[in-house]
Nanobody
Framework: QVQLVESGGGLVQAGGSLRLSCAAS????????MGWFRQAPGKEREFVAS????????AFADSVKGRFTIHRDNSQNMLYLHMNSLKPEDTAVYYCALSNNIGAVTTRSRYDYWGQGTQVTVSS
């Protein structure tokens, strides 16, 4: 059974930074693409960033390009999202997800497993 556990969320002022982590277990981590999504109150869950199984290819939502980076450590079964220059509109629950595809998948429906999420709140 796949388990994804996010951590690193919290309260930060606008302009600040946070690093989210996702610990994966139950699958050969390096065989799967990974992604981050977020969901703000009253809104649909939206794509934030993704990374191919090798870590070579990444993709980002336009709203976070240039501010967020994603990387993975296949030796530790860990996924990270580095968030810089945070804005109040980045406030959401952030979810880690695993896809049975191999590329940097951006479509929510192509992800098969999800974590429970971690809250990120950016104050103005």
């Amino acid at each position: 059974q796949v388990q994804l556990v996010e951590s690193g969320g919290g309260l930060v002022q606008a302009g600040g930074s946070l690093r989210l982590s996702c610990a994966a277990s139950g699958r050969t981590f390096s065989s799967y693409a990974m992604g981050w999504f977020r969901q703000a109150p009253g809104k649909e869950r939206e794509f934030v960033a993704s990374i191919s199984r090798s870590g070579i290819t990444t993709a980002f939502a336009d709203s976070v390009k240039g501010r967020f980076t994603i990387h993975r450590d296949n030796s530790q079964n860990m996924l990270y999202l580095h968030m810089n220059s945070l804005k109040p509109e980045d406030t959401a629950v952030y979810y880690c997800a695993l896809s049975n595809n191999i590329g940097a998948v951006t479509t929510r429906s192509r992800y098969d497993y999800w974590g429970q999420g971690t809250q990120v709140t950016v104050s103005s």
